[in-house]
């Protein structure tokens, strides 16, 4: 089993910026990511790396502002989130697992955390 924990959610307003966390246990993943769900929008990949590659891919609407980065020894996975707009208000989910393929497909992803909420006011 693998357990994700995530951290740094919170409240900010638009041009900020905040920097979350996921800590992960277990090894059967070679790929983190986080996804975003929001109330009346579908739910989102936002940015995906490869623990063993450093590779990283991200969705079109976070490009330019957000990087996703890991401590391999910690096993933890951070996002850094700047130019915040109020759109990217939602709650954060971070995954871990072996998708290989469509990266952005939730149902790819086997281990979840419990999610940090972001809100960005205007």
């Known amino acids: 089993q693998v357990q994700l924990v995530e951290s740094g959610g919170g409240s900010v307003q638009a041009g900020g910026s905040l920097r979350l966390s996921c800590v992960a246990r277990g090894n059967s993943y070679n790929q983190m990511a986080w996804f975003r769900q929001a109330p009346g929008k579908e739910g989102e990949g936002v940015a995906a790396?490869?623990?063993?590659?450093?590779?990283?891919v991200y969705a079109d609407s976070v490009k330019g502002r957000f990087t996703i980065t890991q401590d391999y020894a910690k096993k933890t996975v951070y996002l850094q989130m700047n130019s915040l707009k109020p759109e990217d208000t939602a709650m954060y989910l971070c995954a871990a697992g072996r998708p290989y393929d469509s990266w952005n497909d939730a149902s790819r992803w086997p281990y979840w955390g419990q999610g940090t909420q972001v809100t960005v006011s205007s």
């Open positions: 790396i490869n623990i063993n590659t450093y590779i990283a």
